[in-house]
């Protein structure tokens, strides 16, 4: 069974810097994209950046040049380096993988439990 676990979130005040990680583990085969979302009270659920499994990046128009995403396809984990944070950036991040568990098989989509962040003077 597969389980992406998020860390790093919390309260930072703006200008602040927060990086926030989510490992996959469980049955794993391969994992292609991987990606942030957030989700801010009273908004929609949106994508924040993405990246690819050989390291292509994207990102919303929101968060280019403050945010970076990253993976280290050895140890199943994506990071998300949050720097010049802005009170509009504070949502629950949740993290989500398209994971294929066996070879030959269809991958699914799976999403992490989410992680606070907060930024507040």
């Known amino acids: 069974q597969v389980q992406l676990v998020e860390s790093g979130g919390g309260l930072v005040q703006p200008g602040g810097s927060l990086r926030l990680s989510c490992a996959a583990s469980g049955s794993i085969f391969s994992i292609t994209a991987m990606d942030w979302y957030r989700q801010a009270p009273g908004k929609e659920r949106e994508l924040v950046a993405v990246?690819?499994?050989?390291?292509?990046?994207n990102y919303a128009d929101s968060v280019k040049g403050r945010f970076a995403i990253s993976r280290d396809n050895a140890k199943n984990t994506v990071y998300l380096q949050m720097n010049s944070l802005k009170p509009e950036d504070t949502a629950v991040y949740y993290c989500?993988?398209?994971?294929?568990?066996?070879?030959?098989?269809?991958?699914?989509?799976?999403w992490g439990q989410g992680t606070q962040v907060t930024v507040s003077s």
């Open positions: 990246v690819g499994r050989g390291g292509n990046t």
């Open positions: 989500n993988a398209y994971i294929v568990e066996r070879s030959g098989y269809t991958g699914r989509n799976y």
